[in-house]
């Protein structure tokens, strides 16, 4: 917004600046005349010189004058209020001098002198016009009134005296209102100009952006403009490979199939090597124009994904239904079963099986918990946190509430701050699943688990880390690619929901959790999380 009105603000000027300059060009051309009345030996017999001195005199001064202005304009328009007033009175005083110095042309002088005062209205405001106007209509008609009570000079200097005064306030009246709208719709175009050039970039930048690709294809096949997904998907052609042929046979067989036999091919076909495979799109730039045609490419991967996600959104939805109607049945069976428990009649193979319901509903429970967890998962509330201090008093609180017994949880922090952007109890719900995994199944068989909670940076400038790290016996890498698919588990009694969940929050947190392994043994759960706003200033 800004920047348009500092455009607009300098098309104004320009415009005026424009104005005074033709104004300070018409000025050298009267002076010129000035000097042709007064040196012009051809003229003798038409116009003589009463005053031969004066005449050349005033003009040699006034051509000098417009000279110097022609070659000034552009530093007279900051002040260019205060700076045309003394202009119009000199082109006065000037045509005044002249007419006194050569009477025989009164009339001429005195009607060069109304394209200044025009000029003038319509450069300044309607009372300044009218001031200038003024004046040089009042000396005329002392000049005439002299001329003719001193000089005995005929009356109808007087008659033409009045009929210029008219004329010169006329048209001070009429140029500065038409300067004033000729200005108004000057400054009208330029805006509009300037709002359909911005406008033009806007639609630039969009079709540019857009994932779908866009080609504007001529009737000899010549490709005129692309966007950036057209480029990639026809395989990333040079700049000069404008022909639609060479760079994408395929696609100009069915543009000429479409061009000419009114058939359009809607299968999904790969245009080059190592591409998303695409659905080409035709239609007429214009109703009237059959040369120039738009051709859209639809990435067929994008409109997968997007199934994907409405169907993997319906299957949550579905899935957290079912959940929640699986709860009331296991309560019974698990009430029924520790009801069964508490038999005196019960017998060891019939206790162990009550053992096993028990156990198996107790896994149960946790997926349904899972599965309704990440159905009513909050949105995230991030805040700028100092992993250092958030990193110790984690360590501090999981120590207090749970028995480590051997097994050894600390924090490792840096001497610098190390700030990120997450939600606090996302995190320590993420956290504390990573830890409570690292404590189970990080430990080398009959050693106590060794765990880290580690804050620091990726590099100096790096995004904020947090990682859990322990060293046991590490991940199989077949394993490893497979830990954060939903209810993949290793463990006979695992949900296989724990690290889905714990990625999906940092997916909304805008965080990533990957695998790391650790060389000599161990694994390494590492989150990147999003720089605060004063780091990223920073960086």
């Given at each position: 917004?800004?920047?348009?009105?500092?455009?607009?603000?300098?098309?104004?000027?320009?415009?005026?600046?424009?104005?005074?300059?033709?104004?300070?060009?018409?000025?050298?051309?009267?002076?010129?005349?000035?000097?042709?009345?007064?040196?012009?030996?051809?003229?003798?017999?038409?116009?003589?010189?009463?005053?031969?001195?004066?005449?050349?005199?005033?003009?040699?001064?006034?051509?000098?004058?417009?000279?110097?202005?022609?070659?000034?304009?552009?530093?007279?328009?900051?002040?260019?209020?205060?700076?045309?007033?003394?202009?119009?009175?000199?082109?006065?005083?000037?045509?005044?001098?002249?007419?006194?110095?050569?009477?025989?042309?009164?009339?001429?002088?005195?009607?060069?002198?109304?394209?200044?005062?025009?000029?003038?209205?319509?450069?300044?405001?309607?009372?300044?016009?009218?001031?200038?106007?003024?004046?040089?209509?009042?000396?005329?008609?002392?000049?005439?009134?002299?001329?003719?009570?001193?000089?005995?000079?005929?009356?109808?200097?007087?008659?033409?005296?009045?009929?210029?005064?008219?004329?010169?306030?006329?048209?001070?009246?009429?140029?500065?209102?038409?300067?004033?709208?000729?200005?108004?719709?000057?400054?009208?175009?330029?805006?509009?100009?300037?709002?359909?050039?911005?406008?033009?970039?806007?639609?630039?930048?969009?079709?540019?952006?857009?994932?779908?690709?866009?080609?504007?294809?001529?009737?000899?096949?010549?490709?005129?403009?692309?966007?950036?997904?057209?480029?990639?998907?026809?395989?990333?052609?040079?700049?000069?490979?404008?022909?639609?042929?060479?760079?994408?046979?395929?696609?100009?067989?069915?543009?000429?199939?479409?061009?000419?036999?009114?058939?359009?091919?809607?299968?999904?076909?790969?245009?080059?090597?190592?591409?998303?495979?695409?659905?080409?799109?035709?239609?007429?730039?214009?109703?009237?124009?059959?040369?120039?045609?738009?051709?859209?490419?639809?990435?067929?991967?994008?409109?997968?994904?997007?199934?994907e996600e409405m169907t993997l959104s319906s299957l949550g939805r579905l899935s957290a239904s079912i959940a929640h109607e699986i709860r009331n049945p296991l309560a019974a069976i698990r009430y029924s079963a520790q009801l069964l428990a508490e038999s005196?009649?019960?017998?060891?193979?019939?206790?162990?099986?009550?053992?096993?319901?028990?156990?198996?509903?107790?896994?149960?429970?946790?997926?349904?918990?899972?599965?309704?967890?990440?159905?009513?998962?909050?949105?995230?509330?991030?805040?700028?946190?100092?992993?250092?201090?958030?990193?110790?008093?984690?360590?501090?609180?999981?120590?207090?509430?749970?028995?480590?017994?051997?097994?050894?949880?600390?924090?490792?922090?840096?001497?610098?701050?190390?700030?990120?952007?997450?939600?606090?109890?996302?995190?320590?719900?993420?956290?504390?699943?990573?830890?409570?995994?690292?404590?189970?199944?990080?430990?080398?068989?009959?050693?106590?688990?060794?765990?880290?909670?580690?804050?620091?940076?990726?590099?100096e400038q790096g995004p904020p880390l947090l990682e859990v790290v322990d060293r046991g016996p590490g991940i199989p890498p077949k394993v490893a690619a497979q830990i954060f698919e939903p209810f993949f588990t290793t463990?006979?009694?695992?949900?296989?929901?724990?690290?889905?969940?714990?990625?999906?929050?940092?997916?909304?947190?805008?965080?990533?959790?990957?695998?790391?392994?650790?060389?000599?043994?161990?694994?390494?759960?590492?989150?990147?999380?999003?720089?605060?706003?004063?780091?990223?200033?920073?960086?």
């Amino acid at each position: 917004m800004a920047a348009a009105e500092t455009q607009q603000h300098l098309s104004s000027g320009e415009i005026v600046r424009r104005e005074l300059y033709f104004t300070n060009l018409f000025r050298v051309l009267q002076a010129s005349t000035y000097i042709g009345l007064a040196y012009s030996p051809w003229l003798g017999d038409l116009v003589q010189p009463e005053l031969p001195s004066l005449a050349r005199g005033v003009a040699l001064v006034y051509v000098a004058v417009a000279l110097a202005l022609l070659f000034t304009t552009r530093r007279a328009l900051p002040r260019l209020g205060s700076a045309m007033p003394p202009m119009i009175a000199l082109d006065i005083a000037a045509a005044i001098l002249m007419i006194v110095a050569i009477p025989d042309a009164r009339t001429g002088i005195a009607g060069l002198l109304l394209v200044n005062l025009s000029a003038g209205a319509a450069l300044l405001s309607l009372r300044a016009g009218f001031a200038l106007a003024g004046g040089a209509s009042a000396s005329l008609l002392l000049l005439g009134l002299f001329q003719v009570l001193a000089q005995d000079r005929p009356a109808r200097l007087l008659l033409e005296s009045l009929l210029f005064t008219l004329a010169y306030v006329a048209a001070a009246w009429l140029n500065h209102t038409l300067g004033r709208q000729m200005r108004a719709s000057e400054a009208l175009a330029e805006r509009r100009g300037l709002d359909l050039a911005n406008l033009a970039q806007v639609n630039e930048l969009i079709i540019k952006r857009m994932k779908t690709g866009v080609l504007l294809v001529d009737a000899g096949n010549h490709i005129h403009q692309m966007n950036e997904s057209a480029w990639l998907l026809l395989g990333s052609p040079s700049g000069d490979q404008r022909d639609l042929g060479s760079v994408a046979p395929e696609l100009s067989r069915r543009l000429y199939h479409w061009r000419n036999l009114a058939r359009s091919d809607e299968t999904s076909v790969a245009l080059a090597e190592g591409v998303p495979e695409v659905i080409p799109r035709f239609t007429r730039l214009a109703a009237n124009d059959d040369a120039h045609v738009l051709i859209f490419l639809d990435d067929t991967s994008l409109v997968s994904r997007r199934a994907e996600e409405m169907t993997l959104s319906s299957l949550g939805r579905l899935s957290a239904s079912i959940a929640h109607e699986i709860r009331n049945p296991l309560a019974a069976i698990r009430y029924s079963a520790q009801l069964l428990a508490e038999s005196p009649d019960l017998s060891e193979e019939d206790g162990r099986m009550v053992e096993i319901i028990n156990n198996h509903c107790v896994r149960l429970n946790d997926i349904v918990e899972n599965i309704l967890q990440l159905s009513r998962r909050d949105r995230s509330r991030p805040e700028v946190l100092d992993l250092n201090d958030w990193v110790l008093r984690f360590v501090e609180e999981y120590s207090e509430s749970n028995d480590l017994g051997e097994d050894s949880l600390r924090a490792v922090t840096q001497a610098r701050a190390v700030e990120a952007l997450a939600d606090p109890q996302h995190l320590q719900q993420v956290v504390w699943n990573l830890v409570q995994n690292a404590l189970r199944y990080g430990r080398l068989p009959g050693e106590p688990a060794r765990v880290m909670v580690i804050a620091r940076n990726a590099t100096e400038q790096g995004p904020p880390l947090l990682e859990v790290v322990d060293r046991g016996p590490g991940i199989p890498p077949k394993v490893a690619a497979q830990i954060f698919e939903p209810f993949f588990t290793t463990h006979e009694m695992g949900t296989g929901l724990g690290l889905y969940l714990a990625r999906q929050m940092c997916d909304a947190n805008q965080a990533t959790l990957e695998y790391v392994p650790v060389p000599g043994g161990g694994s390494c759960f590492r989150i990147t999380l999003g720089a605060s706003v004063r780091m990223a200033s920073a960086v």
